[in-house]
């Protein structure tokens, strides 16, 4: 190293440069493993805080196996951005493909990942730190590895959310920091190229594993489209991610159905006896609302069923993820089944956190209609507080009613009631209800309100599930639907998102 010793310098930069691309790797390997882990397994604390604990863990397992490398530093380097290009690189598509071919195989292969991913990140940092020991002083040396590492850390911290996943999706984002990971090991190789042994094989090595990740990237819309069309069974039509969540549309004999992370959120064939049941009960009841809210529903079906009423004259929709909306106002098969409603002259769309909307809105309101995603993980879960449900009061007119959609009274019994008393603790009077919608089951709702509810005499015309006898047994519940004991969920405790877990997870394994 002759001639390194004479120009520190240059190898200084590269390697420190070398230390920024490493730490922006193995930050999204982690990110990546963590996001998988909350689209499909639920709860996004959980699986993202066990993730990255495991990858901690693991990050010191490596560091402390880095001290039994003794001799070819370099070498030893260039083999294992190798191994992290391959394993980290190709760890999301391992996952999604082992989610729709294999589901019970899915856990075991997403923590056995992350722990050779991140043992393998944990040797990566130490060894640059000892091959860089040879030109720089310690103090140095520690300051500047540190401060690449940690800069590495927020470039994609930040790029993670806004650009690479909604820009290339979880596939292609962990395909190309593999990449970057593979030329990480082809810059070392040219570097050390007077001190490594079977420079031809290490050089072999490098370019057999940048045409693998290439490859893949290449053939990524194809390994996602098999991974989902086995998942969903049914023919994706749609497939894309936003910075909020994993978007599926898929077309089967039962028509159109959508999916956010996973999870069913309509099916065609019967979304009619959902959003019926979720918005004419109270719009209704009402007799003659004029100022409408709509949060949630970005697929614009609670709107269709608003705007049957002549009567109103604005619809304010909260839709937190944009591209939602976008979605179902211009392709042409979505917006055929809310009617074109999304383009109406007397919508309002805001793309916005309804908490922090309600927060900051003046507006009052004749409904609101809250039709959020079940509450699965702490995010959603805030949406269903008493701090929540102390808000939308706020926004609600003195002779209004609001609407939530509650989950099965059925599958998720206490859930349901800890809803209702949650609304209770506010001051509103709650009266829930449910109907049968064949794709979820027995689904439940609640009408919150000032005055007392009263059942609706007449209904819009054209509705293809209500009537008036319906409309009234819904108001029923039969013994295993009846109420039971349940907390107030307030933002400190959170209690009905681990109760909702619990209770799908009996009939969910």
């Not at 949060?295 to 619809?315: F, H, I, K, N, Q």
């Not at 099965?408 to 603790?425: G, N, Y």
Request: proline share 5%.
């Amino acid at each position: 190293m002759a001639g390194a010793a004479a120009k520190p310098r240059p190898l200084e930069v590269a390697l420190l440069a070398s230390v920024f691309v490493v730490a922006a790797c193995g930050l999204v390997y982690e990110l990546a493993a963590g996001a998988l882990a909350s689209y499909l397994l639920g709860d996004s604390v959980l699986q993202f805080s066990t993730v990255i604990g495991t990858y901690l863990f693991a990050m010191g397992v490596g560091s402390w196996l880095s001290k039994f490398f003794e001799r070819q530093l370099p070498a030893h380097f260039l083999r294992i951005e190798l191994m992290v290009a391959l394993v980290g690189g190709l760890l999301p598509t391992m996952l999604f493909v082992a989610n729709a071919w294999q589901p019970v195989a899915f856990r075991p292969l997403l923590y056995g990942l992350v722990l050779l991913v991140g043992m393998l990140v944990g040797l990566e940092i130490p060894l640059v730190m000892r091959i860089l020991k040879r030109n720089v002083q310690l103090r140095e040396l520690v300051a500047q590895v540190l401060t690449f590492d940690y800069l590495g850390a927020l470039a994609v911290s930040i790029a993670f959310p806004l650009v690479l996943v909604p820009q290339l999706g979880l596939i292609r984002t962990g395909l190309l920091f593999g990449w970057m990971n593979a030329c990480v090991a082809l810059w070392a190789l040219w570097l050390f190229r007077h001190e490594l042994r079977r420079v031809r094989a290490h050089l072999v090595a490098c370019l057999a594993t940048l045409a693998v990740l290439g490859a893949a990237f290449a053939g990524a819309q194809h390994i996602t489209t098999f991974a989902e069309d086995r998942f969903y069974q049914d023919q994706v039509l749609l497939a894309e991610s936003s910075s909020w969540q994993r978007i599926v549309v898929t077309q089967g004999r039962g028509g159109i159905r959508l999916f956010l992370n996973g999870n069913l959120q309509f099916a065609q064939s019967d979304e009619y006896r959902y959003h019926e049941a979720l918005v004419h009960p109270v719009l209704a009841a009402h007799g003659a609302p004029r100022k409408v809210a709509v949060l949630g529903g970005g697929d614009g079906m609670a709107v269709r069923e608003v705007l049957r009423y002549p009567g109103v004259e604005s619809v304010t929709l909260v839709e937190l993820d944009p591209h939602m909306t976008r979605l179902f106002s211009s392709h042409p098969a979505l917006a055929q089944l809310n009617g074109g409603a999304l383009s109406s002259p007397k919508l309002k769309i805001v793309n916005a956190d309804a908490f922090k909307w309600l927060e900051e809105t003046k507006d009052v309101f004749d409904a609101i209609v809250v039709d959020f995603p079940d509450p699965t993980n702490f995010s959603i879960g805030k949406l269903y507080t008493n701090s929540f449900y102390a808000l939308l009061d706020q926004r609600l007119a003195a002779s209004g009613y609001a609407v939530i959609q509650t989950t099965s009274p059925l599958i998720a019994r206490q859930s349901f009631w800890t809803v209702v008393s949650t609304i209770e603790s506010v001051g509103l009077t709650a009266t829930p209800y449910h109907a049968h919608v064949p794709s979820f089951g027995e689904w439940g709702f609640v009408v919150a309100s000032r005055r007392p509810f009263r059942v609706a005499s007449s209904l819009p015309q054209g509705l293809r599930f209500l009537d008036d006898t319906t409309l009234g047994n819904m108001f029923e519940f039969p013994r295993d639907m009846a109420r039971v004991p349940a907390e107030v969920n307030r933002l400190s405790n959170q209690v009905l998102v681990t109760t909702y877990e619990r209770e799908w997870g009996k009939v969910h394994p």
